[in-house]
């Protein structure tokens, strides 16, 4: 459809599929989510499925990179890692900052928003890198802001 409006009306067009993005500023559904995905860490133990992963502000400066810079009618990945990481990475970087950090497990009610399902969803971002993308915030670092601003928010209330 995207393409058949390009194609009809002469507009420039490009695709951006995002990864799972997080940051700690999320609305109430996407704290739910954000929690879930934290939960099931501590569930699994999965070794074998990969996901990539984009922090927020990576993912709106990949955004402005392709309306800027991306070629006309091409389809961009926008995703920190090109291989993606295995949730067992995942776990192990999430468990070492909770440890560094003090925090105990985060309670959840609801698991219905599995992140972790049993499947590999890994998008290649060389596209976007070879228009001069860099994502700028390591997973680590990413999930150190959010928890701080998860955290931040929890003792507010």
């Known amino acids: 459809m995207v393409f058949n409006l390009k194609n009809n009306t002469n507009t420039c067009v490009n ?3 995002k990864s799972i993005t997080y940051s700690g500023f999320l609305s109430n559904s996407e704290t739910e989510i954000f929690k879930n995905m934290i939960c099931e860490i501590y569930e699994k133990n999965e070794e074998k499925v990969k996901k990539s ?4 502000s990576d ?5 402005f990179k392709i309306i ?3 070629i006309d009618g091409e389809v961009y ?3 920190t890692d090109t ?3 295995t949730v067992k990475e995942f776990e192990n ?3 070492s900052i909770l440890e560094e950090k003090d925090i105990k497990k985060i309670e959840s009610d609801s698991f219905e928003n599995s992140f972790f399902k049993n499947t590999t969803k890994v998008l290649d971002n060389k596209k976007i890198l070879s228009i001069g993308w860099q994502p700028q915030v390591s997973l680590r670092e ?3 802001r959010s928890l701080d601003i998860y955290n931040s928010a929890k003792e507010a209330l």
């Open 68 to 70: 800027i810079d991306g």
């Open 77 to 79: 990945n926008i995703s």
């Open 142 to 144: 990413g999930l150190e």
């Open 59 to 63: 993912l709106v400066n990949g955004i």
């Open 93 to 95: 970087e999430l468990a």
């Open 83 to 85: 291989e993606g990481i």
């Open 53 to 56: 992963f984009c922090y927020l």
């Open 15 to 17: 695709i951006c599929r």
